[in-house]
């Protein structure tokens, strides 16, 4: 009889939160994407500057964010309007960010869809309000 064993596999969550930006100008993407990058590792490189890719139709802006180390903190970032923002990632991961998000702008949580080993979050971002 063979008695081989497998070495166990730990399932390690990814670190990595695909960042969707939806139903803004071009301004405040950048704004919420500046934000990220000060944060998280992005692959958005510095100084890039979203771009409507249409006159008709809304325009959804991507961003994969690394949250395993995050950088300095995020200080309020102005908005002119409400932003829609998706998270989607790791439980941890996405919690992360959203925490992060929240350091720069007041967040609403706007709607979830949970799985085994991910979730998706959609955020409703505004500018910190005065106190």
């Not at 064993?5 to 994407?33: L, Y």
């Not at 992005?42 to 395993?68: I, L, M």
């Not at 991961?93 to 702008?105: E, G, P, S």
Request: net charge negative.
């Amino acid at each position: 009889m063979n008695t081989t064993q497998e070495p166990a596999q730990e399932h390690r969550e990814s670190d990595d939160v695909v960042v969707a930006v939806t139903g803004c100008p071009t301004e405040d993407a950048r704004t919420v994407f500046d934000v990220l990058r000060r944060s998280f590792v992005s692959d958005r490189p510095a100084g890039d500057t979203p771009e409507s890719a249409s006159d008709t139709r809304p325009t959804v802006w991507t961003a994969t964010v690394d949250v395993s180390g995050a950088k300095a903190g995020a200080a309020p970032a102005r908005l002119s309007a409400p932003v829609t923002v998706e998270a989607q990632g790791g439980y941890w991961a996405v919690d992360r960010l959203r925490r992060r998000l929240a350091d720069a702008f007041t967040v609403r949580l706007v709607g979830t869809a949970a799985g085994d080993q991910e979730q998706e979050i959609r955020l409703r971002l505004e500018s910190h309000r005065p106190a």
